[in-house]
């Protein structure tokens, strides 16, 4: 069974906070099955996309598992969530100021 998006999203910003970094809720979405897709902006001003990782990469306990999109600076990540507001408009966005992404997500590459 899959956590909740709202249960995922607020324990991914209280352990953000708990380590004190910044989260912010960009765009809320569905409260059970919303997409999350996470802006991750480091210190040094780097900036990375991630978003949620075919089904065929899940786990069986049902864990989210994040993939970096192609989306590599503010432009191309406004277009590409225009394009997922198309395709599913319950998606969530969340932000956040870190320098270690892989602590908080469970990043698979492709």
């Known amino acids: 069974m899959r956590v909740t998006s709202d249960l995922f999203v607020a324990q991914l910003l209280r352990r953000l906070f708990a380590d004190g970094a910044f989260a912010a809720v960009v765009r809320r979405g569905a409260e059970a099955a919303g997409a ?65 992404v892989a602590t908080y997500l469970d990043i698979v590459e492709e």
Not at 46 to 64: H, K, N
Not at 84 to 98: K, M, Q, S
């Open 36 to 100: 999350i897709f996470v802006i991750a902006r480091g210190r040094s001003g780097d900036v990375r996309l991630y978003g949620p990782a075919p089904q065929s990469f899940g786990e069986e306990d049902g864990s989210r598992r994040f993939m970096a999109e192609p989306a590599m600076d503010d432009a191309a990540m406004e277009q590409r969530l225009a394009r997922e507001a198309r395709f599913d408009p319950d998606y969530w966005v969340v932000e956040i100021e870190t320098d270690d």
